[in-house]
């Protein structure tokens, strides 16, 4: 008899449309593939991307409604932070869509990247306002004039003029003022989510945002913008501008509670009429230590596990599989970071950074780090590890203070080296 895996092939018993075993070469497993897409487990369990304005939150009511307000009071805007991948950007669209629902105001979006500008942010609402930022641009015509000799066959041999003209157009950089962009958007009725602020790199672009925030709330201008990003402070994220801090309220995001996080298995999983028992739930809440996209991570490989299998329960023999594609599907800056951190041959560094993720406080100190290391020697390894020339996997704040660096490395220490 053949045997399909010793020829490399991936072959499966399958049920054909009567309903008899047959065995199937599926080399690239895509029957599978196809159930898992017609069941949408990749619509209800979405860790690469936020959560689409119209859905439901777990938790979070507090943090909206708090937004909303803001975006409903006069001469106020809204601020919001926090860490990376804490649920910023899925609050932020749902909290600017319900505004909306409560208004019925229009409202525009905008996902900054590195190359934004002022003007590139405000392009559409200023469009709106009648103002064509592409169009915002001078052309100069300039003519040289050189004298030529007469060559060879001019009989005269007299000196010549030749004209030579060019015309250039530019479009100088922050042409648009604050007070001007303010002038026009105050026009405008309604709100203006801008999210990801912090990876505008220009410095001039963040105070600009600053100025014109403070101009619209002394007008008290019905155009009204929610700000987001990454950030430790507020202040990070408007680059210190003072005077806007009057007008702005902030809003920090924290981590998500455990009761939190196993709702989002919960909701996921009746919407999937999936079951997945107790246990399983407080695991994957454990393990995402208040990272949501670490939940949606560790849910979403189960439940395709399950589909895979055809069952509907989730039980902890789950797990593990769950565990080990969620870590090869993790975001390549953690993977990175981890793996060049343990790179030494001393153990004691990969001790020290599983005892660090164990503790549930995003800052530790180092006696709580030692008894979490059970006592170990952890003293070199530490200052290696948050040392400038090191891996930087963790970072110190103050004498005997300190935390991960990206605080969603503690999520992924406890799924890689579970303990
Ligand atoms: N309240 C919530 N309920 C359910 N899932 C959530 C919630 N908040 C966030 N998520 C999920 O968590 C993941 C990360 O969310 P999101 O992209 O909103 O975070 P972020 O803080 O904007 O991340 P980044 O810092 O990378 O921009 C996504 O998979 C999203 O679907
Ligand atoms: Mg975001």
Request: hydrophobic fraction near 40%.
């Amino acid at each position: 008899m053949v045997d399909p895996s010793a020829q490399g092939w991936r072959s499966r018993l399958r049920p054909n449309y009567r309903g008899d075993r047959r065995l199937v070469a599926d080399p690239f497993d895509l029957i599978v593939e196809a159930a898992i897409v017609q069941s949408r487990v990749r619509e209800v369990f979405t860790p690469h991307q936020p959560i689409q304005p119209g859905y439901m939150l777990a938790g979070r009511g507090a943090e909206i409604n708090r937004i909303v307000q803001v975006l409903n009071t006069p001469g106020q805007h809204a601020l919001l932070y926090g860490d990376r991948g804490v649920g910023k950007s899925s609050l932020a669209n749902v909290a600017t869509y319900a505004a909306h629902q409560a208004t019925m105001l229009p409202y525009y979006v905008k996902r900054c990247d590195h190359t934004d500008t002022f003007e590139s942010i405000f392009r559409e609402p200023l469009a709106a306002a009648g103002v064509d930022v592409q169009r915002v641009e001078y052309t100069a015509q300039e003519t040289k004039t050189a004298k030529t000799e007469a060559k060879l066959f001019d009989a005269v041999g007299v000196e010549r003029e030749q004209q030579r003209s060019s015309t250039s157009t530019y479009r100088p950089e922050g042409l648009i003022g604050a007070a001007d962009a303010a002038q026009h958007l105050a026009q405008l009725t309604g709100f203006m989510l801008i999210d990801e602020l912090d990876v505008v790199e220009d410095q001039a672009t963040r105070r600009k945002i600053a100025e014109l925030i403070k101009l619209l709330s002394d007008t008290s201008a019905p155009f009204k913008l929610l700000l987001v990003g990454i950030a430790e402070t507020a202040a990070d994220l408007t680059d210190g501008h003072k005077s806007v801090q009057r007008s702005l309220r902030e809003t920090k995001l924290h981590r998500m509670s455990v009761d939190e996080l196993r709702s989002i298995v919960r909701a996921g999983a009746d919407a999937l009429r999936l079951r997945f028992e107790d246990d399983v739930t407080a695991e994957i809440a454990r393990l995402s230590a208040g990272y949501p996209h670490f939940t949606h991570l560790l849910a979403l490989k189960c439940a395709e596990h399950a589909i895979r299998l055809r069952e509907d329960v989730i039980t902890s023999a789950a797990l593990p599989l769950a565990m080990t594609t969620a870590v090869e599907d993790a975001e390549g800056t953690l993977r990175h970071q981890y793996a060049e951190s343990i790179r030494s041959a001393s153990t004691s560094y990969r001790e020290v950074l599983v005892a660090a993720a164990s503790l549930d406080t995003d800052e530790f100190t180092v006696a709580q780090l030692r008894t979490a290391a059970q006592g170990r020697n952890i003293t070199n390894a530490l200052s290696r590890l948050s040392s400038d020339g090191g891996p930087t996997v963790l970072r110190r704040l103050s004498r005997g203070v300190y935390r991960f660096t990206d605080p969603r490395m503690r999520s992924y220490i406890r799924i890689i080296e579970p303990f």
